[in-house]
């Protein structure tokens, strides 16, 4: 073909395979599901967005920011400002990621990294966040974190380790895409942090870690990468994983069982049973993390599980494209814009 014909195709390639990729519409933690922070908030007046545990971003285009690695849009995406609410979870148990979707075409690892808040989640300083990596998972057996992430219904499972001291900490979720990075720049980063209140646990609180701007170089062997020679290994970027951080963890049933076995106690052995055979039996919960591989919202399960199909006190009940509860467990369904609709207390 002509060379103008090939650069056409080049840029129109270039074009999709940057338009669409995902954020964290919700976090599935000590058997409750809280609201992510949705882009779409950002189209409603300021006083009436959902308050919500994920940080809110200019992304509104589920993209990625600019690989510039020392910036401040790195640390928790785009002008990242801090959630206002917070999800509870206890050290030693998962917690779950719900991406609203992931693309095949974005492979690369997935990454977990925390910080202590030091103070108020409401005057957070994300310049000052010093980041411990609690988990990572790249290329296992020829197939990336990402494409594990995308077959649990675009879900991942990160474990708080058991040593972390009770208090309030920042989670930094990070998937990187490779598609583009076999030179420097091409790597898309996205970064989605999450206000975690972490009960229980030991004496590490975390004191010191690596900066969000500081995480990576750009130039290590984990964010230069090419992604198209069959590699059968891959370095995960980044700073050395925590003592006691898990490492190619990420098994969405995993964090499913649990959250079953917590949610159906007398159900004896209900850890060790395949999380398929319990689909039937349990909460929607654990429907969420093992059904479908596309992540339709109606598989969203609601704060506590349980009562049928209503909709948790802010969980959502509706908005375009929407097909799961529509009613409330309490409180109102309330329009908060075309895309969310949300149950608020009366
Ligand atoms: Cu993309």
Known sequence: MSALTSSIITVLALTSSASAHGFVRGITAGGRYYQGADPSFQYQPESQRP?????????????????????????CHKSATPGQAFVEVAAGSPLTLHWNTWPDTHKGPVIDY????????????KASLQFVKIAEAGLSGGTWAADRLIASNNSWTTT???????????????IIALHSASSPGGAQNYPQCINLRITGGGSNSLPSGTLGTALYTGNEPGIVFNLYNNPTSYPIPGPALMAGGSSGGGSASGGATTTTARATATATGATTTKVTTLLTATTRATTLVTSTRTSSPAT??????GSGNAAALYGQCGGS???GPTSCQ????KVQNPYYSQCVPN
């Open 51 to 75: 308050a919500v545990a994920g940080w809110s971003a200019q992304n509104v285009d589920n993209g990625f920011p600019d690989p510039v690695y020392n910036a401040p849009d790195m640390i």
């Open 114 to 125: 925390l910080a202590n808040a030091r103070g108020a989640f409401s005057s957070i300083n």
């Open 160 to 174: 708080i380790p058991s040593s972390i001291a009770a208090g309030d900490y920042v989670l930094r979720h990070e």
């Open 300 to 305: 969203s399960p609601t704060s506590g599980g």
């Open 321 to 323: 494209g929407w097909s």
């Open 330 to 333: 309490s409180g109102t369904c």
